[in-house]
């Protein structure tokens, strides 16, 4: 009998084998119309063709007379893009060998789904200037509709629902593994292009000394694998009163220091956490031990209502440097720290003195992205915000050595509204330097425009997030706090085939 079990075994195994190795398989719904199509190796051989139908179909006559798209293969996998989201396909493949007549694959079955920021009378993305030639394959993901547009703003990719309710997140991104992360409701996760859930933070508390780590603003994956997010460790702080009218805040190791002429208040200080692969911390570094022994104590708030604000709110990792830098919107400063020992390299910003008033750092204000060029300057997405009435800015900066923190401006460039409506930038924008060394760039806030921007300041594409406003009758900017670019058909690639290499 067991000998028997041992000769079927292989035949009912085959089957399943052959089925996992089909995509779309049957019944499959996908959130996406640029689809990577795959099938048996065994059914390559010599010349072969895919071929696709709109519509669902169980016998050959129907499916020849509905077919819309044909592409011959020499692998047993390749990309094709399908017309429509909410619809139904059907597909199969023809394969021929020297004289022998064409082996036709059985008919799969799958269906392209649907959400509301689909839909082009709610929700779209304007094109202001088309792409030049060298641009046109790219694709830009709008964090706020959770959808991926071509550069002619076509949708061809959405997120669908994965951990809790994923409309309501921040800084989704394509990582260099080619899957895609994100934060959501205080959680940090990676899921591939399907929108299935490959990776979670334990968010423990472990470095927080809380519950939990508070993750917020900024979560990547490193190049080695590892995953580093930002979060939020809370102490209890002192404000101290002057007769002046002014404070300063101080950290407290325990409530007991506290004073009759002080008012206590627990704060967020940021923190950055480095995991590896299983969750398991290997690296962190909090702001309240850089706080206590900086110039930031002599930071005094006017007429004492409100403590200085230290979120941090980005951060970039130099993995070839082995350099940190951090960004702190409200004092306007960047950290440069050494990794992994955490010290501090240098501050860029202002440096605050006992009794001096603050002056404010006429470099950059209200910061929100950052990166390091190809050239070795110090990318900044300024969003110029304590000067009302003006544009973020691209910012190169050339950097001074350790324990300077003069930083000159090398390249700028002023970003530009397509109205004479006054827009204050108060929140979100980021950048990315592409390969040629041109920059992408969402100016975030009130007014998202996402661009292409070479170093000849030549803006080589533009568009504009907008919502249909049903009480106005009128489109409106999206409220938008970062957007991402996939450069290249070879990056989608890595995207699309990350869980089927």
Not at 30 to 58: D, H, T, W
Not at 103 to 118: N, R, V
Request: glycine share 6%.
């Amino acid at each position: 009998m067991q000998r028997n079990l041992c000769i079927i075994f292989p035949f009912l195994i085959i089957p399943l084998i052959l089925s996992a190795q089909i995509w779309p398989s049957n019944g499959s719904i996908l959130n996406y119309r640029l689809i990577g199509f795959a099938f048996p190796a065994n059914q390559l051989s010599g010349s072969c063709l895919l071929e696709v139908a709109k519509g669902s179909y169980n016998s050959d006559v129907e499916f020849n007379k509905n077919i819309i798209k044909k592409k011959s293969c020499k692998t047993n996998r390749l990309i094709l893009e399908v017309p429509s989201f909410g619809a139904e396909y059907t597909w199969r493949t023809v394969c021929a060998s020297g004289k022998a007549a064409a082996a036709k694959s059985e008919l799969h079955h799958f269906s392209t789904g649907t959400i509301p920021e689909l839909d082009s009378n709610t929700t779209r993305l304007r094109i202001l200037k088309h792409a030049s030639k060298s641009k046109k394959d790219a694709f830009v993901i709008i964090e706020a509709s959770k959808v991926m547009y071509d550069m002619e703003g076509h949708p061809v990719w959405y997120l669908p629902d994965t951990v809790g309710n994923p409309r309501a997140l921040n800084d989704l991104r394509v990582s260099p593994q080619g899957t895609l992360t994100y934060l959501e409701k205080g959680n940090a996760c990676e899921i591939n292009y399907n929108g299935n859930l490959l990776w979670q933070a334990p968010n423990t508390g472990e470095v927080s000394g809380d519950t939990l780590e508070h993750y917020h603003h900024e979560f990547t994956r490193l190049s080695n694998g590892h995953y580093m997010v930002l979060g939020n460790q809370f102490a209890d702080c002192k404000i101290e009163l002057a007769t002046d009218g002014t404070s300063r805040i101080s950290i407290l190791s325990s409530r007991k220091h506290e004073i009759n002429e002080s008012v206590l208040e627990r704060q967020p200080f940021g923190t950055l956490i480095e995991y590896d692969e299983h969750g398991k911390v290997v690296w962190s570094w909090k702001t309240s031990d850089y706080f206590a022994g900086s110039d930031l104590v002599n930071y005094r708030t006017p007429g004492g209502a409100k403590i200085i604000d230290v979120h941090a709110n980005a951060f970039f990792f130099d993995e070839k440097e082995k350099t940190i830098y951090i960004s702190y919107k409200r004092i306007s400063r960047i950290l440069k720290i050494k990794y992994p020992e955490g010290t501090t390299l240098n501050s860029y910003g202002e440096i605050y003195k006992a009794g001096v008033p603050e002056t404010g750092n006429s470099l950059f204000c209200d910061q929100h992205s950052m990166g390091r060029s190809h050239d070795g300057h110090l990318l900044l997405f300024n969003d110029n915000g304590c000067h009302v009435g003006t544009t973020p800015r691209i910012e190169k900066f050339t950097e001074p050595p350790p324990g300077n923190n003069n930083l000159s401006i090398a390249w700028e460039y002023k970003c530009t509204v397509e109205n004479d409506k006054p827009i204050t930038f108060t929140t979100g924008g980021n950048l990315i330097e592409l390969s040629d060394g041109s920059i992408f760039a969402c100016m975030g806030s009130n007014y998202s425009k996402t661009f292409i921007v070479d170093t000849n300041k030549n803006v080589l594409w533009s568009a504009l997030p907008e919502q249909w406003d049903a009480d106005e009758k009128k489109w409106k900017p999206v409220l938008l706090y970062r957007a991402c670019l996939i450069e290249n058909s070879k990056d989608l690639e890595r995207l699309i085939w990350h869980t089927r290499n």
